[in-house]
């Protein structure tokens, strides 16, 4: 090995171990908003909300299986009502000039190490299987074999939006949506962490898709 390719590697390993030693990890989330608020300029710090729900999200509990809400609508409001607060908003259902809809869904994937393109697969609830052809003195054989005990860390789809309205003519005037994928089962940590991404630049973000990458502890 030459020196100058001993010197990457050490680089590069170096790397690793400040990352793993940092304490921290990082939810790159994927990001789409869009304001149009409705007066000539947007709200100022102060202004009031109430949060409103959907008929499907007023029986308030997780959703089970491989596909819904991880955690109660109280608990995604009570995150969502943490970020609001750190851009000025007041949570005052009484007085409220905007009404608030913030909804959170997570697909599940499980995935198996061979289950890859190099062996022809892909991620799926079962992952991928093989058959076996062969014959000799004792007979023919044909064999199937499926990859259980294989299973690497699933693979968690979440998806954060936020829908903002007047409250005075129900017109929506701001809207945004943070995407990301990851291996950490923990929503109560990656959850607060999307929601944070979405509202980045409230009440006036970029317009259109950007990349918002949010650290939290390990």
């Not at 090995?1 to 989330?29: I, K, P, Q």
């Not at 308030?60 to 609508?73: A, D, H, K, Y």
């Not at 009484?94 to 997570?106: D, L, R």
Request: charged share 15%; net charge positive.
């Amino acid at each position: 090995m030459t020196r100058s390719l001993r010197n990457v590697f050490l680089a590069l390993a170096c790397g690793l171990l400040l990352s793993a030693c940092s304490g921290l990890r990082v939810v790159d989330n994927d990001v789409v908003s869009f304001a149009q608020w409705t007066k000539a300029t947007p709200p100022a710090t102060g202004s009031s909300y109430r949060f409103e729900r959907l008929p499907s999200q007023q029986v308030n509990v997780p959703q089970s299986g491989i596909s819904g809400m991880e955690l109660s609508q109280d608990q995604l409001e009570a995150m969502a009502r943490t970020a609001l607060d750190k851009v000025g908003w007041l949570n005052n259902p009484q007085t409220a000039a905007f009404n608030v809809q913030v909804s959170a869904n997570t697909r599940y994937a499980q995935r198996f190490p061979y289950n890859s393109p190099a062996f022809g697969g892909g991620f799926g609830a079962f992952g991928g299987s093989s058959m076996s052809v062969g014959g000799g003195t004792a007979g023919s054989f044909v064999g199937f074999s499926l990859p259980l005990g294989t299973y690497e860390s699933p693979l968690y789809l979440r998806e954060v939006s936020f829908v903002v309205r007047d409250a005075s003519s129900n017109a929506v005037v701001f809207e945004s949506k943070a995407v990301h994928s990851g291996v950490w089962s923990d929503a109560q940590r990656v959850l607060p962490a999307m929601i944070d991404a979405a509202l980045q630049g409230f009440p006036t973000p970029p317009t259109g898709p950007r990349r918002i990458n949010i650290e939290i502890p390990r």
